[in-house]
């Protein structure tokens, strides 16, 4: 028992090789969090998800008793890291698939990316930070003008807008440097509103050195995309999961371990940093001064944006549910630990309530939905599902609470959106499964589309009826679980584990289609909207490429409108974030957007749970509302 | 030789009794400067102005030859202080008439505080930082708008103006702060152009506990005045001796001082620290938390204002004569060191050359020469003199760097506008003097408006000529000094010195006076402006309270226009900076000022040098300028 008189033990995960020490008695979750893996964790640490499971290989440990452990997984010592504390020096294996990786990340979607580029076109380019050159005439003696008026008259040649700032810094800097350079110099400026402010004066002619980065802070994932202000281009790419993770992930139960852990610094530390990582990989890879990158963009759900500036979210999860803030003029990037250019600036798109974020006001920005005449729909499926309505006259909006299942998580094979997931998936009429993996590997899980997929294929194979139960067929690929009945998509061989889906995945993600068709009914039903008004339908999320629209109607998530009239259109968020970096225009539209739009609450709205108990089945208990799904082959009700 | 091995020595200042160990061959004149004692120092250290002059009681010292010490002096240890190392632990005596008091300096005089209260009865009053009482309805289900919304909607309830910042720091604690007060609140609000910034957020009704500083920053002494911005009264004054001038009298030899020795860093400390120490005295007179100070308006001349902000100030005295900035956005006032509310702000009155300052801008803004259709003439006389001519169609403005004789720099007994200061001097018709002193003390000296009446007086008696020379008239009071000829002013007795008036002291006044009057001859002749088109002349300046405007004409320092025409208004540099704090009107007012004001470079202007030398004689060569003023009983020219 030497081990027990040591106070600090280190333990060791594999396959990471990261090594980490840590107090005696502290859980196996938050040493990973300390090692900086993100063990997949939706109760936040609770202990009854039963996500974050492990193996023990080597050392002394302590759990908690729970039923989410199979007994032969006890036997191999497979713990829940969040239950188990410990109490010696160790080595874990954490397995693959509950190991999140950056890489398996999808940046953007072609639909999104497409999309994203009509929208740039709609507005004039009118990047928020420019680059001009200016060619001063030197002070003579009978030209007293003082450097920074000498500079502002320069700048105003080129810019109709009062210069509101400067920065001491620059100021400073200033006299010298105009000498230097011969009056010849780039100036970096901002406009907000009908002012500028002069970001930076740099020696010569750097006016196309100018960039900027767009980014969607997403509960699951945080996507970057690098721009040059010049071109108004995108460069590259990158994503991460947000670090926040392993705090829960849902951002409920982020605020919740927030408040109860006093989490709110590290909370926004975890975003910043994700942040900064992303920016750094971008700049290394394109060989790009982090000075250059003048200004970010970035949109997020409220909660996301709270964490971010360290706002107080803890209202958002309590009625009457208001956030801090909606809108929140830009600040300089630095001041909340961000590394781009020192006075380069951070503008978070504005919301509009605590459940309807800047993601969605970017969303409806990039579908162009609110310029339109006719009726579009918007649907963001990701760890929320967010629905707007609406046209140019009017815009209604509500959030549906109904969980993540579509990306992947509540689901016992869920995985987002990366390599080795199944994207695409349809059930033969012999009976046998076809699959399509991103990148064409061995399946690892389900991600949205697949998930999409199996649940329309499974309806639509009479292998679940209308209330989701299994029925009893007689397929030998239909067992007794851990969790109750499952499917089995993919068997096992010797390398891979089988991938299943349950009764309770199926329970899930019924769910989680009622909520977004109850949300879409209550807002259709509150203005009126009937079905063959709707002249578009945006699906946007981070679903995979591979989205077969028309399955969302069968499931019954969509309204049934003719195919034609779907479009998946992928991750608007960065989207419309990427269109006001390049437009001021834009900033100005995302902002009369925000104001303008309508929150509906469900949850206090009478009509909801009627509309979300009727949504319960597939499609519907009203299948007039869905005329186009063909009779299932299924028991009647 | 116990002290030569040591490698600290402990300097002991009298009467002060201030201490101060400092490393061998330490100057006295650094020492004196590290323990916070003022010695008068116009050459900034080089040892040519004599004006530091102390007395070794104790200790061992090494003093450089010098002319400017009498055989009796050095017989007496009286060395320059800035020209005698420290050799062993001394004990040094300072004259106090060449200590810099605080308590001596006016912090206004009587005219000057009328002109402020009239000039701010013209704008509407209007502070440019408010206090407003907020009675929000808290969130309910129904309505969910954000806190920072809710805020911003009740803030342009009643202020139409969109809200461009309202910090992180604000935000942050927002929801707490609203919920806790019951959404009761008190908002402080800056304007700038047409928008406002939410400086703070207090719980309650604090809307009358709003505080501003005006701050008159002069090469010589800083004034501070505290407002009350509910109800736009001055609640206090107080004054203190610049802290830069041991770096030197003028700004040009601080300027130097400061290139040389890397000292801007420095020159910016001082400036602030004096600042900070003025603030800090009138709030704890008045029991005011600095916390409630929401706003400082600092007037200087563009040097003063460039050494606190540290900005570069040396091309200011290289040709072509550039400055960094003449016009600077406001900044946060904690940014600079400066302690009020942290997110208070900082004004700095737009300047219009490296020569014309913003001191300048608020005395055209607190005369309201620029507002009426007749032309007046303001005469600035402080460390330098500043000249400005024109009306509502134009203004052009000039600097005489005549040097700051009439603030009583370079007169062997001149001393600023304080107590003991001869303000007021006649020659009575039997030859004998009479005099008033500041505070009705023992005189120690000359102030402004005391050396103007001697020069005057002395040239009406026939003492001088019109060259300025002294006539040899047999009068016992004139002998001969140090200096050459001098004139006995006060007699010694047995605990005080003489006051005399030198031959060189002569020269400096009439010097001085000759550019002032030459700028004014610059200035009227390129605008074709007739004596008779002057309708009024403004005399600003630190003076003294009993100034004899018809003495400026006597010497030919001012035009020759009827006495009622001129004006003594005192300091109008802090009665703009006080206008401005009042109101937002008044500094657009200011910004077109400083925008219309044509600068005149005398020092390249073909006529200068010529009006400069035929000005050189009291009144002038040309006495047709002059009608009024009596010939004098002087031998011809």
Redesign the interface.
Known sequence: MEQAKKKKYLVNFEPSGLKIEVPKETTLLEAARKAGIYLTSICGGDGYCGKCKVTIDRGQFQSRPTTLLTTDEISKNVVLACQTKILSDMTVTVPASHTLQASQILTDTDAGSKLADKTEGVFKFDPLVRKICLQMSP???????????RLCTAIREQIDA?????G?RV??????LL?EADYKVAATIAR????AEVLEVEQGCRCKTNFAVAVDLGTTTVVAHLLDLTTGSTIDTEAVYNSQINFGEDYIRRIMYAEENDAFDEMQNRAVSDINNLIATLASRQKIDLHDITAIVCSGNTAMIHFL????P??IRR???????????P?RAA??GLRINKRGLLYCLP?V??YVGSDIVAGVLATRMYTKKTVSLLVDIGTNGEIVLGNSDWLVCASSSAGPAFEGSGVKHGTRAGAGAIEKLSILPDGSVEFKTIGNTHPVGLCGSGLLDTLAELFAAGIIDRTGRFQPKGDKRLTEGDEGQQFQLVPSDSEHQEIVITQPDINNLVRSKAGVFAAIRVLMESTQTRPEDLDAIYLAGGFGNFLNVKQAVTIGMLPDVPIEKIQFVGNTSIAGAKTVLLSRKALDTAEKIAESMT?F?LM?HPGYMDEFIKAGFLPHTDLSLFPSVKNPPTKTL
Do not use: C
């Not at 907000?192 to 002012?195: A, C, P, V």
């Not at 009457?320 to 803030?325: D, E, I, N, Q, T």
């Open positions: 002070p003579t003696v009978s030209d007293h003008t003082a450097d920074h008026e009062p210069i509101m700032q400067t001491l100021l400073k800097a200033l006299s010298a000498v907000r509103g009908g002012t500036l360290n706002l107080d803890t209202r009625e009457p549910y208001v956030a801090s803030a909606g809108s929140v003029p600040i001041e909340i919301g309530a605590a929150y609450d206090s």
